[in-house]
């Protein structure tokens, strides 16, 4: 028997992360990936962590934008 460890991936639902990624919060809202993009592009996004050139989006601060909105 090997005594290696063996690391296992835990799995966080994604309501309950704090960031997304671009397709996780395409999964989690149905907006296009596109449209994400597009409304996260500019330096002033208030829901836009940036990881390097990576985006996350800060999904708290999201869902209270998109409750806020009439249309994207």
Same mark, same amino acid.
């Given at each position: 028997m090997s005594n290696a460890i063996k690391k $296992?991936? @835990? $799995?966080? /639902?994604?309501?309950?992360? /704090?960031?997304l990624t671009i397709e996780e919060a395409t999964a989690y809202?149905?907006?296009?990936?596109?449209?994400?993009? $597009?409304?996260?592009r500019f330096a002033d996004c208030p829901f836009? @962590?940036?990881v390097g050139h990576r985006r996350m989006?800060?999904?708290e601060l999201f869902d209270e934008y998109i409750e806020k909105m009439y249309d994207i």
């Open positions: $296992e991936r @835990l $799995e966080v /639902p994604i309501w309950h992360k /704090p960031f809202t149905g907006i296009g990936r596109d449209t994400l993009r $597009e409304m996260t836009v @962590l940036w989006i800060k999904r």
